[in-house]
């Protein structure tokens, strides 16, 4: 069995957005050292992007998850 999880992020700032996301390893420390990571890469990206004269704000609709499961080769 393969145990996979992935966190989206999405940086909206100054009508510029990026998007990243992070593998999550169960470690605390060292999935918050990854999340922190991201977020400053998206940060810094954000500043050489160009506003988004389309970008609708998200609005605040909780949390979602996604689960996917398969039988890889009939395993």
Excluded: W, Y
């Amino acid at each position: 069995m393969v145990d996979d999880a992935t966190l989206g992020l999405k940086f909206i700032a100054n009508k510029r957005n990026c998007e990243g996301s992070i593998t999550v390893s169960g470690n605390h420390d060292i999935d918050m050292a990854r999340g922190a990571t991201e977020i400053q890469r998206m940060r810094s990206e954000a500043q050489d992007i160009l506003e988004d004269p389309f970008l609708v704000m998200p609005t605040n609709t909780g949390s979602s998850r996604e689960v996917k499961e398969a039988s890889i080769l009939g395993i």
